[in-house]
């Protein structure tokens, strides 16, 4: 399994621009969350799905969409980019009674 | 909902335990304790969680006290590698384990 995977790994935007960061995960898990974390900080829920089809806002949600057409796939778009959403993006997932929340390696993002 | 209050940093010794505390004095009764780990810029890691008994697995040790509103991680021979910011996060499971609140964590530094 390679678990969960994150692309891109880096990425530079200039403000007004839009761009969809990708989560994969390859262990049929159900739940599936985004977090940002900025420098010296812990994570902060931006959008989670506890399956296909299903989604709900965490925390920090403004400027944010997700959809979840498939169990594998939640991907995160920045509708238009801002200088304060620079920022490192980690994607999780987690099975139904599971313990255990696994995290992606994370997209560092820049936004001038 | 208020977050868990740790220390913002510690040291230890290589070779000995590492003894990190966590107050959680709003938990619910419905809550567990969960302890995660991130390492540099890494997505963070599971390390072990626990309701009211204390628990222990290949990783570490959980000791909740009675009243539940504090708990003691315990990595017995801590190593190099342990160095990392290690968050305790309450949370009900279920559905909402999917939505973690990670605070700004304990900054372990294991020196030689």
């Known amino acids: ?112 | 909902d208020a977050k868990t209050t740790q220390p913002t940093s510690m040291d230890c010794a290589e070779g000995r335990a590492a003894n990190l505390p966590c107050n959680h004095s709003t938990i619910s009764g419905n809550e567990y304790v969960y302890w995660y780990r991130q390492i540099h810029s890494q997505g963070p890691q599971y390390i072990i969680h626990g309701l009211k008994n204390n628990e222990t697995n290949e990783m570490a040790s959980l000791i909740i006290t009675e009243d539940r509103k504090s708990s003691t991680l315990i990595l017995p021979h801590a190593t190099l590698r342990d160095t990392a910011v290690y968050y305790c996060i309450k949370n009900a499971g279920g559905t909402s384990y999917g939505k973690l609140t990670f605070g700004q964590g304990t900054i372990l530094t294991v020196h030689p």
Not at chain 1, 91 to 96: E, F, G, L, P, Q
């Open chain 1, 1 to 112: 399994n390679a678990g969960v995977t994150q692309t891109p790994k880096f990425q530079v935007l200039k403000t007004g621009q839009s761009m969809t960061l990708q989560c994969a995960q390859d262990m049929n898990h159900e739940y599936m969350s985004w977090y940002r974390q900025d420098p010296g900080m812990g994570l902060r829920l931006i959008h989670y799905s506890v399956g296909a089809g299903i989604t709900d806002q965490g925390e920090v949600p403004n400027g944010y969409n997700v959809s979840r057409s498939t169990t594998e796939d939640f991907p995160l778009r920045l509708l238009s980019a801002a200088p304060s959403q620079t920022s490192v993006y980690f994607c999780a997932s987690r099975n139904t009674g599971g313990e255990t929340q696994y995290f992606g390696p994370g997209t560092r993002l820049l936004v001038l």
